[in-house]
């Protein structure tokens, strides 16, 4: 087999998506067209953040995810890092919720058993979750059932912040 038909052949490869991703592309429609309902129904701010949680958790094997609101305590992110690490848990990828108006309204945290990184994949995933669950939240703040969250008086950001997790061995 010649170099050129190798060339062609992965080419093809590439361009043909699987039955699996199709697949995958589906629930993902599904699920995320659920949390848009759930949220302009007006569910509950925790129902929903839960929802996403467990969207994601399905979609990337082995992970566990978290997502937290504002805290006055800011120990409360060390505390559930220790907590992760005495069952076993790595921090797989961490990312922070920001409004539209560059304001904080809480963390993404997903963990896994293993120590590794999110593939592009993987990151694009969590990513997704992440923007769903400031939309939920700020929905929420806006329809007035969580006005406290304005009373944190969170800094401005720019943009989201997505942190690779450093390598712990």
Request: charged share 20%.
């Amino acid at each position: 087999m010649d170099e050129s038909h190798s060339r062609a052949h992965e080419k093809w490869q590439i361009a043909v998506p699987s039955r699996a991703s199709g697949r995958t592309i589906q629930y993902l429609l599904k699920a995320e067209r659920r949390i848009l309902e759930s949220i302009s129904a007006r569910t509950p701010l925790l129902e929903i953040l839960n929802e996403i949680g467990s969207a994601l958790d399905c979609q990337i094997a082995n992970i566990a995810s978290l997502i937290s609101l504002p805290s006055r305590d800011t120990g409360e992110s060390a505390t559930n890092d220790m907590n992760a690490a005495l069952f076993g848990l790595y921090t797989f990828c961490s990312a922070s919720l920001v409004g539209v108006n560059h304001e904080l309204l809480g963390s993404l945290k997903v963990y896994c058993g293993t120590p590794q990184s999110p593939s592009l994949e993987e990151f694009q995933l969590i990513e997704q979750a992440g923007c769903l669950a400031a939309i939920a939240i700020e929905h929420d703040v806006e329809a007035g059932r969580h006005a406290s969250l304005r009373v944190l008086e969170n800094p401005p950001m720019r943009g989201r912040v997505l942190e690779w997790p450093i390598s712990t061995g």
